[in-house]
């Protein structure tokens, strides 16, 4: 999958500033699955091109089971259209490479950031199954001169006729920031199946994007409505929201954004990698009755509650407010009976022995241990393992080996003001091996998130199977 950024503005290097790679340079960064290469295939004072070529590789793809859950048969989990069609792996990857530019900031060429300019972007093959109508519909209205050219199946069988992926071209005079918010939206509107698990983070991310234009753009419903999986209910708040143009939730996402962590983790949707882990790592274990521990605003609670397998989910946290929040976010009081019956949280701490911590098949502690103080984790630990002892057990906690990749955070700080702690991945094994041990557990490890030859990946987790 290859998109090129071409741009006539002179002198047309400063669009390395812009993008914040240098010309010279050929760059690759670490993705979940895969890696992007950015490099300059041309550099001069009057026509400047950089290149994002993303280089997804499908066998861990299919291992991850993150894409092709559903596919028909085994064979179309191995071979398929993602190494090479745009999809929701390229706005990941354009978010992660090129964040700062998506977000109209350059720190030497502030003012060129906030001008439009003559680009010219190319992608090699876009999925439109509506065809070359969808293509025009969706970016002529943002002020693009579309080019598309639907590519042959294969060109030593025309027999078989024409595919379904497009060359594309769009010609604009716009901000570099807006032509990449344009691609990270629409894109994955196009190809209309994402890889990642859509939650109501997703709303968020959307309008925090598409804000501006998608309010005005005629194709807005099709958009969100793609964007957001075919997820009714969001689709609706979204489309709401837009609308009335502002935000109901404003104050709670005040408070969220204070969060450097959720800032710091945001641009490559980590608590969305997350969460799509966890629920993987449950689904396989065939737990019906879960309990979260430290739920926060409950959104691993409310993802559960969509699961057909699960019969029980149990959010617990110390914190009243968050429980509040969660009981809105999950629209307890509003929930049908059935659905209702499900669903129970209450207000407890990791660290005492609790009778409603027991007769659960699994127990999530997701981002949690961090927030306990280490010399209480002896008592987490006998709380959990000792008294509970449920059969599975999902802990992950963050890698400080990854925190020198946030450019945002200062050196030898942490991700978030309340962590007490935060582990290496070798301080983590060292802890969670002992405690398998201690309990009679056996236990792995996961990463989560972009995985960097050097530091790991951003999160870490462990799986403890009794
Ligand atoms: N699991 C959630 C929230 C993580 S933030 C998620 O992934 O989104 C950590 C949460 O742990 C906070 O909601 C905090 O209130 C809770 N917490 C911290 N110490 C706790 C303790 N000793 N007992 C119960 N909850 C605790």
């Not at 992660?96 to 350059?106: D, I, N, P, R, Y």
């Not at 109508?133 to 002020?143: A, D, M, Q, T, W």
């Not at 968020?204 to 804000?211: A, F, P, Q, R, S």
Request: proline share 5%; aromatic share 8%; hydrophobic share 40%.
């Amino acid at each position: 999958m290859l998109l090129t950024i071409e741009t006539t503005h002179r002198p047309a290097t400063d669009l390395g500033y812009l993008l914040a790679k240098h010309p010279d340079k050929c760059q690759t960064f670490p993705l979940a699955y895969g890696s992007a290469h950015v490099f300059y295939p041309e550099v001069a004072e009057d026509r400047c091109t950089a290149a994002l070529l993303l280089d997804i590789d499908p066998v861990g793809l299919a291992r991850g089971h993150r894409w092709g859950r559903n596919s028909d048969g085994t064979l179309a989990r191995y071979v398929n259209d993602r190494p090479y069609a745009a999809s929701s792996f390229l706005s990941v990857a354009i978010a992660q490479v090129f964040g700062s530019a998506m977000k109209g900031v350059s720190k030497d060429r502030q003012e060129l950031a906030d001008t439009p300019l003559p680009l010219d972007a190319r992608l090699s093959a876009v999925p439109s199954h509506g065809g070359e109508y969808l293509l025009h519909g969706l970016f002529e209205p943002l002020g693009y001169q579309v080019e598309a050219r639907r590519i042959a199946l294969d060109t030593t069988f025309p027999e078989w006729g024409e595919g379904y992926a497009f060359e594309l071209r769009l010609q604009a005079e716009v901000r570099l920031a807006d032509l990449l918010t344009h691609l990270y939206v629409l894109i994955p509107v196009l190809d209309d199946q994402k890889h990642y698990w859509v939650g109501d983070d997703e709303v968020d991310k959307l309008l925090e994007k598409g804000g501006d234009w998608l309010r005005t753009h005629p194709m807005r419903e099709q958009i969100t409505l793609r964007y957001l999986k075919h997820r009714r209910s969001l689709y609706r708040d979204a489309l709401e929201r837009l609308m009335a143009g502002d935000d109901p939730e404003s104050e709670v996402r005040e408070v969220e954004k204070e969060q450097e962590e959720a800032v710091l983790e945001c641009s490559m949707s980590l608590s969305d990698q997350r969460l799509g882990a966890v629920l993987a790592v449950l689904r396989d274990s065939g737990a019906t009755h879960v309990l979260d521990l430290g739920c926060g605003e409950g959104k691993l609670v409310g993802a559960l509650l969509k699961e057909q397998s699960i019969a029980r989910v149990v959010g617990v946290d110390v914190s009243m407010r968050s429980l509040e929040r969660a009981s809105d976010r999950l629209k307890l009081d509003r929930m049908p009976e059935m659905r209702r019956k499900k669903v129970a949280l209450f207000q407890g701490s990791l660290t005492y022995r609790d009778r409603r911590f027991s007769d659960c098949d699994a127990a999530c502690a997701i981002e949690v241990i961090e927030h306990i103080d280490a010399s209480r984790l002896g008592a987490f630990e006998r709380v959990l393992f000792e008294f509970a002892k449920p059969p599975t057990v999902v802990i992950t906690t963050p890698n400080i080996e990854y925190n020198v990749r946030f450019a945002s955070l200062p050196m030898g700080r942490l991700r978030h003001r309340d962590h007490r702690f935060e582990w290496t991945r070798q301080e983590f094994r060292f802890w969670c091996a002992g405690v398998a041990e201690r309990h009679g557990y056996g236990v792995r490890f996961l990463p989560i998130g972009p995985e960097d030859p050097e530091v790991g990946s951003p999160t870490q987790m462990a799986v403890f199977r009794k």
